[in-house]
């Protein structure tokens, strides 16, 4: 086992956000969530594990347990913020279903504020309980990944999708306030993920993508560069689906590594925009690949990102939870293999 192995795969993607070069390709896969089979394995399941947070817990610790990746995420879901905010979601029903967003949380959005006690409210309580569980039940070695809603994702469920872009266009200066407001919501909540046993953060934005470029740079960007800043832990971002235009901007934000989602985005396309300033994650596209692919086609592409220089290896979004666990297997295998052939050629 060589230095940079020394303390566990945890260390390892821990030391990667710090800036350390790694002595071979970074054994951890980010961006993963429960699949059915891991729900039979561990008889956790959905839609129960997303209110309850021993079972949150014991689903998030069979991902690392059925696959052998070395993180974890939790919670898998779009609403808890919305929840707790006083929005609506359509609640999980069977064991392939999460939470839905259904109704904003403020009509007007010079109301948007965050209660005192928020965190008292809704199923904030049993992320914070599932972190902390997870936590004690993976031990040193596995990373706890806890997810929250970026800033733009946070404003559009709070005070709806259409009158939230038509702020950013009519009205910048509103947009801000509200956005201002979700950052801090997001930051809180970080510390707060973090203080309980995460990791490594994964903000994720996924409607940051229909910003036009101006308005991701100008009202977007000064909002990642505070998050960044004010979490004080290593953090990542994902955005799903075509971010081209936004690319060359993302390492201005300061978080350690984007996520980017192929096939809207290649991965030479994505290492290239990025150029060394934040670390690229991804990109295994979920359906036509993870779900509807042979575990040779998983390995193929695995091997592509890495060969094209992604630093950690990643599904490109959330999984279907129907993907068959023996393609998640095939990505450690793609890494392995990896590995050992670089090792020859030394
Ligand atoms: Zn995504």
Redesign the pocket.
Known sequence: MNQARGGGPREELLGIFKGKVPAAFCETVLLNSPVTEMMEQCGAGWPRAHYDGTEMAELAAQIHRSTGFNAVNLPWDACVELEALGGSSIPAKSEVDVPTPAGPAFEDPECFTVPKDIFERGRFPIVFDAVRRVRNALGKEVAVVPLVEGPMNIACLSIGLNRMYRLVIRDPGSAERVLERAAKLCIEYGRRLLNSGGDLLQV?D?FAQGLAARHFLSLLIPIYKRISREVEGPVFL????NTKSLLPHIPESGFGAF?Y?SPAVRTSEAVRSLGGRMLAIGSVPTVSCLLEGSEQDVIDVSMECIREGVDILSP???LPPRTPLKNLHAMVEAIRLWNEAAKRRD
């Open positions: 994720s996924p994902h955005i799903c689906g996520s989602d490109s979004c959330g």
